[in-house]
């Protein structure tokens, strides 16, 4: 049986085993008791995947690709497979460390991004290949304008790494765009715990309206009166460390 590649999926299937080994030898798979690859596809990863140590889980919502990699993968069988990435609960993992890794779906990229940052004390590795752009601004330095959301609050979690660029003839079908691959490995930032609500706010707000001041951006918030000369407010968004803006909650938080 073949898998047809559906476009309401966002599934463009890697052909490339080349790349598909270096995507998974670009994880240490150390400490790691599970792996989950999202979006298997045709299992161009998961053969690779399946020569390490590790047990793993497949979040596919394609039945065509779940009955082909059935088929066709003698290891991978009915438990292996969880769903929706996006539905999954980490928990039913027992709080072992958890790497995720795959050629995610351009559609809900961001999406698998924020999801990963939500237990990110159970998953201390990502690797992953993005739409171009997406690896860029998750990878993205201040004052630079891929620099924004995704940057700050994936780099509050993890240190990022853009590993390679990826062309777009090595996929079935084609997609219109380069693809990028990245890995996260975590690194919280001091100073986060225990804050985590109102520095996801203040940056979301911030970047909102990134080209005003935060002083304007940050007004619908009511910046507490001890703040109210901070230097930070006479900057824009863009202009702010993720160590900034993490100091700066803390900041918020005590006045």
Same mark, same amino acid.
């Given at each position: 049986?073949?898998?047809?590649?559906?476009?309401?999926?966002?599934?463009? %299937?890697?052909?490339?085993?080349?790349?598909?080994?270096?995507?998974?030898?670009?994880?240490? %798979?150390?400490?790691?008791?599970?792996?989950?690859?999202?979006?298997?596809?045709?299992?161009?990863?998961?053969?690779? @995947?399946?020569?390490? &140590?590790?047990?793993?889980?497949?979040?596919?919502?394609?039945?065509?690709?779940?009955?082909?990699?059935?088929?066709?993968?003698?290891?991978?069988?009915?438990?292996?497979?969880?769903?929706?990435?996006?539905?999954?609960? +980490?928990?039913?993992?027992?709080?072992?460390?958890?790497?995720?890794?795959?050629?995610?779906?351009?559609?809900?990229?961001?999406?698998?991004?924020?999801?990963?940052?939500?237990?990110?004390?159970?998953?201390?590795?990502?690797?992953?290949?993005?739409? &171009?752009?997406?690896?860029?601004?998750?990878?993205?330095?201040?004052?630079?304008?891929?620099?924004?959301?995704?940057?700050?609050?994936?780099?509050?979690?993890?240190?990022?790494?853009?590993?390679?660029?990826?062309?777009?003839?090595?996929?079935?079908?084609?997609?219109?765009?380069?693809?990028?691959?990245?890995?996260?490995?975590?690194?919280?930032?001091?100073?986060?715990?225990?804050?985590?609500? @109102? +520095?996801?706010?203040?940056?979301?707000?911030?970047?909102?309206?990134?080209?005003? &001041?935060?002083?304007?951006?940050?007004?619908?918030?009511?910046?507490?009166?001890? @703040?109210?000369?901070?230097? +930070?407010?006479?900057?824009?968004?863009?202009?702010?460390?993720?160590?900034?803006?993490?100091?700066?909650?803390?900041?918020?938080?005590?006045?």
């Amino acid at each position: 049986m073949s898998v047809r590649a559906k476009k309401h999926l966002g599934q463009h %299937f890697l052909t490339d085993e080349n790349i598909a080994r270096k995507i998974v030898e670009s994880m240490s %798979f150390e400490s790691l008791k599970n792996v989950v690859e999202v979006g298997p596809g045709t299992g161009v990863l998961t053969k690779y @995947l399946l020569e390490k &140590k590790v047990k793993i889980f497949l979040a596919e919502i394609d039945q065509e690709s779940i009955d082909y990699l059935k088929q066709n993968y003698e290891a991978i069988q009915k438990e292996n497979f969880i769903g929706d990435f996006l539905k999954t609960d +980490f928990v039913f993992l027992e709080n072992s460390e958890t790497g995720i890794i795959g050629n995610f779906p351009y559609n809900i990229s961001s999406q698998i991004l924020f999801k990963i940052i939500d237990f990110y004390r159970q998953i201390p590795e990502m690797v992953g290949m993005f739409q &171009k752009e997406v690896a860029e601004r998750t990878a993205a330095v201040p004052r630079t304008k891929d620099y924004g959301i995704l940057s700050v609050l994936v780099q509050a979690y993890y240190d990022v790494d853009y590993l390679f660029t990826v062309h777009e003839n090595v996929f079935n079908p084609p997609p219109k765009v380069k693809s990028g691959v990245i890995r996260l490995t975590r690194n919280p930032k001091e100073g986060l715990s225990g804050n985590e609500i @109102l +520095f996801k706010q203040i940056v979301k707000t911030g970047f909102n309206q990134r080209r005003k &001041k935060l002083s304007n951006a940050l007004k619908a918030m009511n910046i507490p009166e001890a @703040l109210q000369n901070h230097e +930070f407010l006479q900057k824009r968004a863009e202009e702010l460390s993720v160590e900034d803006f993490i100091h700066f909650a803390k900041l918020w938080k005590d006045a």
